[in-house]
T-cell receptor
Framework: AQKITQTQPGMFVQEKEAVTLDCTYD???????LFWYKQPSSGEMIFLIYQGSYDEQNATEGRYSLNFQKARKSANLVISASQLGDSAMYFC?????????????FGPGTRLSVLP | DADVTQTPRNRITKTGKRIMLECSQTKGHDRMYWYRQDPGLGLRLIYYSFDVKDINKGEISDGYSVSRQAQAKFSLSLESAIPNQTALYFC???????????FGSGTRLTVV
């Protein structure tokens, strides 16, 4: 079964510095998608960035970039110039195909705290 | 209005009670999902539906049931609530493309 590993339960970063949140995935699929979501204290899930398994370039969305290393099965999220509003839970997720069609599998999350 | 609306936002209920969580969407997506979130475990799939006539169990369906009343509506029921069903519940919709899921704001359920 698909599994997502996020080894950092919590991370701290100084405001305006960059931070990398780790994500590794385990899949035998040839075609899959990798996503990062942000969950602030209000609870909603906010889509940040997507990387397709066949995408040759690393995805970027504003201050977010995804460091995709396919051979290592890692999809780390890099946040540049951290802001206080970046303090939240961050979830890595993978979209893959199983016996029932498509399924989204989430990692356990990393809690990021941005320090002033 | 939000693309995916969940009601109620918060609910406290007693052990043994039946409770329904409702979800409606304006995205026009065929695919809808129910997840629960527990600290340290991320989101886990309860049930999903790829169209009105297609309902499938997810990873943790025991103790839950669903109803897909229309393309836009997908309800989750706890027939007899128990304390370990205390969690944050998310409804989501998706299309097969690159945008992933659109999540509702979540329902925080507490079973006492």
């Amino acid at each position: 079964a698909q599994k997502i590993t996020q080894t950092q339960p919590g991370m701290f970063v100084q405001e305006k510095e960059a931070v990398t949140l780790d994500c590794t995935y385990d899949t035998s699929d040839q075609s899959y998608g990798l996503f990062w979501y942000k969950q602030p204290s209000s609870g909603e899930m906010i889509f940040l960035i997507y990387q397709g398994s066949y995408d040759e370039q690393n995805a970027t969305e504003g201050r977010y970039s995804l460091n995709f290393q396919k051979a290592r099965k890692s999809a780390n999220l890099v946040i540049s110039a951290s802001q206080l509003g970046d303090s939240a839970m961050y979830f890595c997720a993978a979209l893959h195909r199983d016996n029932y069609g498509q399924n989204f599998v989430f990692g356990p999350g990393t809690r990021l705290s941005v320090l002033p | 209005d939000a693309d995916v609306t969940q009601t109620p936002r918060n609910r406290i209920t007693k052990t043994g009670k039946r409770i329904m969580l409702e979800c409606s969407q304006t995205k026009g997506h065929d695919r809808m999902y129910w997840y629960r979130q527990d600290p340290g475990l991320g989101l886990r799939l309860i049930y999903y539906s790829f169209d009105v006539k297609d309902i499938n169990k997810g990873e943790i369906s025991d103790g839950y049931s669903v109803s897909r009343q229309a393309q836009a509506k997908f309800s989750l029921s706890l027939e007899s609530a128990i304390p370990n069903q205390t969690a944050l519940y998310f409804c989501a919709t998706s299309d097969p493309g690159r945008s992933g899921y659109t999540f509702g704001s979540g329902t925080r359920l507490t079973v006492v």
